[in-house]
């Protein structure tokens, strides 16, 4: 029995399978484009070991695409077929991705976090935990959650400065800004790869306004692109919200075409309806058209992936920006159907949030593109502060707060519009008024 890169006992006696795993494990973590090639390298290399099957049917539910969903369930069947090797963690990760693919992400993360709870360096166990925390919005779970397991970690343990970077995301999403970026600083310094630190440092820098120090955080980083897989595109995504608060939309539209949604890009062609890089573009899109930016016919292959995966809940926070993009491109029926599925979307830990939050979301996406501003704010205002419960971060969601201001500034519901800036201002630490989206609203 070998020891994985941090110590802890797995099945396999090959040494060339444990050191694809191990490559695959590191590469997850720091969205390297290679982790799924590690990966059948490992498998490859043997067959019979248990954790690398189970990662790689896991791997199809990573993808968030209900496509894939079959995929991983049967690939997670056959690792029974290699059970009678796998040791007790190694089959609660089977466990886990079993509850997650049958809908029940709460059991998944209960099984990680009984994982940790006796191995805190199982950096898969950990970065998947961290991984589910943000797209459910649970900020203070995702930040204690790892504070707890790097009580386990040893200075010079394989992976340290990664779980440091994944403590100062929840810490920036959390509002503790100051330490956030220290600590994620502190990780990028020694991992000039460690895109979740780069990608910390930048939601640190949005937050507090600090656009020219961001865009330049950025570029000094950019060699991090190098090898990245899709997540590329999620920085080059926050570098325009850094540009756009900065100099406005003047020549985004160009950095869209070339670095967000290069529909040339290997990675793109490779995966062309993945959820962020479909949150990045609409969210974009949007932002700019917001400010008066035509954007000519973007929406057009956004709303052709949005339409063919209508019915899927994989990931709500992506519901409301293919809902724009269908809206924008005049689908308004295949909204609507969006939007009916959204509010039928089953699974234990979803299904409520996708009738109670990702619904209304959709709805108001749509309405907004038919100027039907006090449909919008009947839509949005009432689970403005639920919102969080589709997921992602703060920079993410704003853009359906951006909309609710719209909506109510053109509804001439001027007390709502009150209401809407003095909560966004008690949110960052940048006045509403200040940003550039919320200038009208001011
Ligand atoms: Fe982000």
Redesign the pocket.
Known sequence: MLKDRRGLDVSTDNPEALAAFDDAVDGYVTFHIDTTKRLSEATKADPSFFLAQVLKGGMALLSLNAKNLDRGKAALAQCAAVADKANPRERRHLEAFEAWASGDIDLALRIWELILSVHPTDLLALRLAHFHYFWLGRTARMLDSVVAAAKGWKSDTHGRSWVASMQAFGLEECGEYAEAEHMAREAVDYDRNDRWGI?AV??VLEMQGRTSDGIAWLDRNAGAHAEANNFTF?LTW?RALLQLEQDGPDGLLDWYDTKIRDLSSPLIQALPDLYIDMQNAASLLWRMEHLGVDVGGRWKELADKAEARIGDGSNLFTLPHFAMALAADGRFEAAKRLADGAAAISGATLGPVGAGIAAPACRAAVHHRRAEWKDVVANLMPVRHDLWRLGA?H??RDVLWQMLVDAARKAGEDDAVKTLMVELTAMRPVPAEQRRAYSRGA
Do not use: D, G, R
């Open positions: 990608h930048a939601h999620h926050h971060s920079a993410q």
